[in-house]
């Protein structure tokens, strides 16, 4: 793996919203990501965090500038299977029970999977196992809609990080559950994330949970959609439920929101 | 006491089929050229069970062979204009005259072309199963959230695996709800079929036509009733395989 993990390079994104209008999503977005690093961009709503998420992972295509993930094309680094996706949804196929959705993505694109097995010299993903540390090994046999929202977002969790992907993309996956879920879900996440060392690219809008996360947090303005500030948050790892209540904690939930705030005004005025 | 033993349950359902019989008995005490009795329905029923049963047999193969072919078919084209925009743009436009297409209007013509022996009456009850499938197959393989799309998408899944993994099986209840309408329509399209071929020998239908034109309206309304009992047989096989194959979907949840 290169040093580089997501290197985008004076990207833009211009939607076409009808009545010869346009909405520029992402104007002139550079971003470098070291490997192994968990990376949050956070701003308020139309801001293009998750237009540039979308670029990344390859389902939309910039119209100007250019994105590598590892080295490759989005494109490439989809077909070589190096990236895991986190939906705002779990977005699980209510047909099949838990492992089997996990499961799934490790039976399409055999080939590639097979590669990067032979390449890493390790056996495929054990899912059950993987079940296991994320405490859905109870319910692994169930369907989905038989386990809670909560449940339901670890899997699909779970489901990205049983690929071993060298880049794992999260939009907003915790944004629909509650408070006390959604702090026990950060924890597991970053435990997970710990075993399995891949590089997060992280959108949220809460500052607490990209505060918490993050090594680095990626701050947007909207119209147009562009970065405003990166900050590096220098907290010691692991970083478990105590840490919330620290006052280096609280200056960083400050320094964030500060930015944030800077990047809304800049934008209004 | 389980559920479909309390009187709650069934009691509505007998005070309504006594009340129809003596609404029936009532009709033909007045009008006996118009209506059998239902004695006379059942006495025709009991002589002449074996006539009865293996004209009923013939009317269900050409209902089920009509099934599978349409139903098939229907399938595949669902899939190929799902798949395909060109396919869309050709097949569907097609798809939709013939639905709206009388069939009563078609079946004689397709008498003449094909003759009196069971291929008429296989394309009828086909076509007349077509339609539903093809729409609902089409617009349940496109009934895959977008999030899942996108999961499989950064995986690189292929459109073949994407269609056997996602599409297909998001397609189930979409299918099996146009199997509800299509399983009991068939029998309407085998008797339709049989009703255009004057010189058929065999099925309900050609029963029907015999025996109204004789005047036995005892025999006209046996076959009729013998028409219902198939078509509710047919509801309720693909019910119970709906049960088993979507124990998964909302639908089945009491």
Request: glycine letters at 8%; aromatic letters at 6%; charged letters at 15%.
């Amino acid at each position: 793996m290169s040093a580089e993990a997501i290197r985008v390079n004076r990207v833009r994104r211009v939607y076409d919203i009808g009545s010869g209008g346009s909405l520029t999503a992402l104007d002139d977005v550079s971003l470098t990501i070291p490997a192994g690093t968990f990376v949050s961009v956070i701003g308020p709503s139309g801001c293009g965090k998750s237009t540039l998420l979308r670029v990344i992972a390859g389902l939309e295509q910039p119209d100007g500038g250019e994105v590598h993930v590892g080295g490759v094309t989005p494109a490439q680094a989809a077909e070589r299977k190096m990236l895991g996706l986190v939906p705002q949804t779990p977005a699980l196929l209510p047909w099949l029970s838990v492992l089997k959705n996990v499961s799934l993505p490790a039976k399409v694109n055999r080939s590639a999977g097979r590669k990067r097995r032979t390449a890493s010299g390790t056996g495929g993903p054990d899912m059950v196992e993987l079940l296991r540390k994320a405490g859905l090994h109870d319910v692994m046999h169930k369907l989905p809609s038989q386990i809670s929202g909560g449940m339901q977002q670890r899997a699909a969790i779970v489901r990205a990080f049983g690929l071993h992907p060298d880049v794992l993309l999260m939009d907003e996956p915790f944004s629909a559950l509650d408070e006390f879920t959604r702090e026990a879900l950060q924890e597991q996440l970053l435990d997970l994330w710990d075993e399995l060392k891949a590089t997060v690219l992280f959108v949220t809008h809460s500052v607490s949970e990209a505060v918490r996360l993050s090594d680095r947090i990626v701050v947007m303005a909207p119209h147009p959609g562009r970065i405003t500030d990166v900050l590096d948050i220098d907290l010691p790892r692991p970083r478990g439920q105590a840490i919330l209540k620290t006052a280096q904690f609280h200056r960083y939930e400050d320094l964030v929101r500060d930015r944030l705030r800077g990047a809304f005004q800049g934008a209004a005025s | 006491m389980r559920k479909s033993l309390h009187p709650s349950f069934w009691l509505p359902l007998v005070l309504m089929m006594t009340a129809l019989g003596l609404l029936w008995q009532w009709g033909a005490g007045r009008m006996p050229y118009l209506l059998p009795p239902l004695g006379a329905i059942r006495d025709t029923l009991i002589e002449d069970a074996g006539y009865y049963l293996s004209n009923a047999l013939v009317t269900l193969q050409e209902a089920l062979g009509g099934l599978v072919l349409g139903g098939l078919s229907a399938f595949v084209i669902g899939v190929l204009v799902s798949e395909f925009t060109v396919a869309r743009r050709a097949i569907m436009p097609v798809a939709v005259v013939l639905n709206v297409t009388p069939l009563v209007a078609i079946a004689p013509a397709l008498v003449v072309a094909f003759g009196f022996g069971a291929a008429p009456k296989l394309i009828v009850t086909g076509l007349i199963c077509f339609f539903p499938v093809l729409i609902n197959t089409s617009v349940g393989l496109r009934a895959v959230p977008l999030p899942v799309l996108q999961v499989y998408r950064t995986v690189h899944a292929s459109r073949l695996e994407t269609l056997w993994h996602l599409r297909i099986p998001s397609a189930l209840p979409y299918l099996f709800a146009a199997l509800r309408i299509v399983f009991p329509l068939s029998v309407v399209g085998a008797v339709v079929a049989e009703l255009s071929a004057a010189g058929s020998a065999e099925g309900l239908g050609t029963a029907i036509s015999l025996a109204s034109s004789m005047n036995r309206l005892a025999a006209v309304y046996a076959s009729i009733a013998i028409l219902a009992l198939l078509g509710s047989l047919l509801l309720l096989a693909v019910t119970l395989l709906e049960r088993r194959l979507l124990h998964w979907h909302e639908t089945q949840s009491a």
